[in-house]
């Protein structure tokens, strides 16, 4: 069977494994860059707390992605939990680390200029300074969100859900007719995803970052 | 484009600054040290003196951004020293350095922020918005949408000051506003403060380390030395002719004299008359005067009454039954709003030395001339010395009636003006 037959007559499982592989990544970025600015938002102001917060979320991605889901799965278990919170710890750092360099990175005269006008804190995080650190914040999850792609291919070794699956199963039955089609439609699977998933960043970016700051 | 303003507009309250100290943490001296200043309601007044002599935190504790580490500030009739800073910033106008627009919003978003942070209703801030812009000289048509970078940094400045008078505050406060642009936009925009001000009367503090800046603005400049120490409070006049020590001396640099001639304008000296005649005159009897009358010159005004021609007696001869080529085409007029320095240079450049004063529309209203310039200049100098010294005796008077009370342990509170200024 050449590959294209291959994907002709699964194609209806190929399509739920490639939407439960992007939902799994969106989702999880979703977490990762509310946990991510939060993190940064907290720690920022702080010379020594935010360099511990670039240095721990850079500790996690250190850690083999195989290794970490395997970790996991004695405490929560198969499935989606560890799925989840792998690929949002490795998330994590990518959008941590630019968000704190990017409000870091906010004028000092504009901060004096939100509080001289009268700002509180929240106004000034929420209308000044997360403005202007946006850019390099969205750089961050764009990166990140092409790490995950990979990564989440490594969750069905925990019976997570996603194009990994398709993959797992062609090097479980390395030799038979399929596996290679397998591995390959996985493989293509996820790459074709990416640049979807980078496309659609481009357009957020025009549309959130406010044009008198576009480069 | 709003005919009249439709929000009235509040003119200024007092400041009194009552033992204000600022000391960091780990340092020994205070960055500002017992400061006591009192600014009166409408009254521009300006902080100025070498870098790092505390007139910027001086300054920024007046709306908290640094807090006092001792000390009292009020404005108007009220303590502020422990309001909310975030509402007492609020009620404060604050213009910096480089505009401190927020370049990921628009014009309007940037002038509308304090108001919308009041609570104001939608429709009253796209109103005030419009009529900020129309005060600060920019088309609201077109700058409303522009963001800052589309700017130039004039109109940058002005936007920011339009930002900062938005809520109509009693009080503006201005740290070195205009250090970031070029002589000649910062002259502009001097100009235009100096009309705002005119118009609606708040009370400014202003920080800057140029003192020709601040003898153009200010009503009364304080002249700070290190730890923010008063070196002298007093009016531009005052100060240039009368240092009290030569840290203030050293400060208003040489050329005290010249700098005193921007202070004055055309209209606070006497102007001198000269003879005119119309270019409807008759040529008959416009010869006539020149020939038999005691000038030997004539000012020949068009017909606007507006300054022509110079004729002289010699001129006569080559104008031949008419004035067409007699003559030479008057170059150089000054207003009665150009101070007398500017005067000074047109009667310097002018080859007879003279020039002729004009009024709103260009009309003829009068001559000053080297002689004139050098009367006024030295009686102008004369009267602020004797002033000067007549308000330093007050103030000696004054001292030491405060130390006599102070030490029978009465504690005067005199001088506490208060109140809203007046409005124009």
């Not at chain 1, 792609?149 to 996603?162: D, E, K, W, Y």
Request: hydrophobic residues 45%; charged residues 20%; aromatic residues 6%.
């Amino acid at each position: 069977m050449s590959f294209w037959e291959y994907v002709g007559t699964r194609h209806a499982q190929l399509l739920t494994d490639t939407y439960q592989h992007a939902s799994a990544v969106f989702q999880c970025m979703v977490l990762a860059t509310l946990l991510g600015v939060f993190i940064a938002v907290m720690t920022y102001r702080s010379e020594w707390a935010g360099n511990l917060a670039t240095t721990s979320t850079a500790t996690i991605l250190t850690i083999p992605s195989l290794a970490l889901i395997g970790l996991l799965i004695p405490i929560v278990g198969l499935g989606v939990p560890p799925t989840v919170i792998a690929l949002t710890l490795y998330g994590l750092l990518p959008v941590v680390r630019n968000a704190i360099v990017g409000l870091r990175g906010v004028d000092p005269d504009l901060v004096d200029a939100a509080n001289g006008i009268g700002m509180s804190r929240a106004a000034r995080l929420f209308r000044v300074e997360l403005p202007l650190a946006w850019p390099p914040i969205l750089t961050g999850i764009r990166v990140a969100t092409q790490m995950l792609m990979g990564i989440a291919a490594i969750a069905a070794f925990a019976s997570g859900p996603g194009l990994g699956n398709e993959i797992f199963r062609g090097i479980a039955s390395l030799g038979s007719a399929n596996s290679l089609n397998q591995v390959l439609s996985g493989t293509l699977g996820i790459a074709v995803l990416a640049l979807l998933f980078d496309a659609a960043y481009v357009l957020i970016g025009r549309l959130t970052i406010s044009r008198g700051i576009r480069a | 484009m709003p005919e009249t303003p439709e929000t009235t507009s509040t003119s200024g309250a007092s400041i009194r600054l009552e033992n204000l100290t600022k000391l960091y943490p780990g340092n020994q001296a205070p960055a500002v040290d017992n400061v006591n200043m009192e600014i009166k309601a409408g009254e521009t007044v300006i902080l100025v003196g070498p870098s790092g002599c505390g007139k910027s935190t001086t300054l920024k504790m007046i709306n908290r951004l640094i807090e006092p580490s001792s000390g009292r500030i009020r404005i108007g009739d009220e303590d502020v020293t422990d309001m909310d800073p975030v509402k007492l910033r609020r009620t404060i106008g604050y213009a910096i350095q480089a505009s401190g627009l927020f370049p990921h919003m628009t014009v309007a978003q940037n002038i509308a922020l304090v108001p919308k942070m009041l609570g104001w209703r939608a429709t009253r801030v796209k109103n005030r918005v419009e009529e900020m812009l129309d005060l600060v000289g920019l088309d609201p048509a077109e700058f409303h949408g522009r963001y800052p970078r589309q700017l130039s940094g004039g109109q940058q400045q002005r936007v920011g000051v339009a930002r900062a008078l938005a809520a109509d505050p009693p009080v503006l406060l201005m740290d070195e506003p205009f250090g970031a642009v070029d002589p000649i936009t910062r002259d502009h925009l001097q100009d235009e403060l100096i009309r705002l001000q005119h118009e609606l009367h708040k009370t400014i503090c202003f920080v800057t380390h140029d003192f020709d800046e601040a003898i153009k603005i200010g009503d009364r400049i304080a002249v700070l030395r290190e730890r923010s120490h008063i070196a002298q409070f007093d009016t531009p006049e005052a100060i240039l002719t009368n240092p009290s020590d030569d840290f203030v001396s050293g400060f208003v640099g040489a050329g005290a004299a010249l700098k005193r001639l921007n202070l004055t304008r055309v209209r606070d000296v006497a102007v001198v008359d000269f003879p005119t005649a119309s270019i409807d005159d008759p040529l008959e009897s416009i010869f006539e005067r020149l020939r038999s009358g005691p000038h030997n010159e004539l000012l020949l005004l068009d017909h606007n009454r507006r300054p022509y021609k110079w004729l002289r007696r010699g001129d006569l001869a080559r104008a031949k039954g008419s004035l067409a080529r007699a003559g030479t085409l008057v170059a150089d007029t000054v207003t009665r709003d150009a101070t007398l320095r500017d005067a000074l240079e047109a009667v310097l450049t002018d080859n007879a030395g003279r020039v002729a004063v004009t009024g709103r529309r260009g009309e003829y209203l009068g001559m000053v001339d080297m002689e004139t310039l050098m009367n006024n200049v030295q009686e102008l100098l004369e009267a602020d010395r004797l002033e000067a010294i007549e308000q330093q005796h007050r103030l000696h008077e004054q001292r030491a009636r405060q130390t006599q009370l102070a030490q029978e342990g009465l504690d005067d509170a005199s001088g506490t003006e208060g109140g809203r200024g007046s409005r124009a």
